[in-house]
Structure formats: structure tokens, C-alpha cells
């Protein structure tokens, strides 16, 4: 898992923290923690940008209902 602030144009003001979850596991301990981590950047301004989820774990925040404040694009 890797972070990084995402530069570019955006669909938003806000800036975007990139976070690459590579190799992740597909918990809901992961999903808690990344819901924590948009929460508190959305309350300093930014916004959370997901990479690189496993089928699982996207599978995992869909059915959380979480993929909205993820910032997660499901793959059809």
C-alpha cells in the first residue's frame, strides 16, 4: 500500500490523496480503516482517490456501500 497526492486536472477544487492498494487485504478491517482515512481528509479539505483494488476488496466496499466516499470507479 502506497500513498501520494494526486496532481492534474480534477473533477473537483479539492486535492486528491492518491492511496495504491496494491496487495491489500481484503478485510473489513481495510475497509474501515480507508473509510477513517476519507473521513478525515474530507474534513481537511481533500479528498481520498483508491488505485489499484483487488476484485475482492472492490467487491467488499461495494457491498459496504462505501465505494462513493472511497472515491473507488467500479470496473463493469
Not at 501520494?4 to 487485504?25: I, N, Q, R, W, Y
Amino acid at each position: 500500500m502506497s500513498f501520494g497526492v494526486e496532481t492534474g486536472p480534477h473533477t473537483t477544487d479539492m486535492p486528491a490523496f492518491v492511496c495504491d492498494l496494491s496487495g491489500a487485504k481484503p478485510t473489513a478491517a481495510t475497509v474501515d480503516a480507508l473509510a477513517r482515512l476519507a473521513l478525515s481528509l474530507n474534513r481537511c479539505g481533500c479528498r481520498l482517490r483508491v488505485r489499484h483494488a483487488s476484485p475482492e476488496l472492490r467487491e467488499l466496499i461495494a457491498f459496504m456501500g462505501l465505494t462513493d466516499a472511497l472515491g473507488l470507479q467500479m470496473r463493469r
